[in-house]
Nanobody, 116 residues
Framework: QVQFMESGGGLVQPGESLTLSCTIS????????WGWWRQAPGKQREFLAS????????YDDSAVGERFKISRDNAKKTLYLQMDYLKPEDTAVYYC?????????WGKGTLVTVSW
């Protein structure tokens, strides 16, 4: 069973940056596309970004604009999300999963809180 270990969240002030990591226990990590989602308190989970196994990037511009960058390290089986110019509305639990359909379940996520 694939496991997702998200990390890197924390409390930051508006305008600051944070990089999230997600280590995925998938032997065929490099053969799949992966993505990041987030769920803010009281809201539905929303898609943020994906990275194709071939390297093509896709972002939900309405959610993150050009502030977030997704990347991957196939050797480390790790997915990254670099987040710049964070805003209070970016406060949420951030999750990674296979893209586009997921694997049927989610990891615990990592909490990002943007506040003064």
């Amino acid at each position: 069973q694939v496991q997702f270990m998200e990390s890197g969240g924390g409390l930051v002030q508006p305008g600051e940056s944070l990089t999230l990591s997600c280590t995925i226990s998938e032997n065929l990590f490099g053969a799949y596309s992966w993505g990041w989602w987030r769920q803010a308190p009281g809201k539905q989970r929303e898609f943020l970004a994906s990275i194709h196994y071939g390297g093509t990037l896709n972002y939900d511009d309405s959610a993150v604009g050009e502030r977030f960058k997704i990347s991957r390290d196939n050797a480390k089986k790790t997915l990254y999300l670099q987040m710049d110019y964070l805003k209070p509305e970016d406060t949420a639990v951030y999750y990674c999963n296979r893209f586009p359909g997921g694997v049927g379940y989610w990891g615990k996520g990592t909490l990002v809180t943007v506040s003064w």
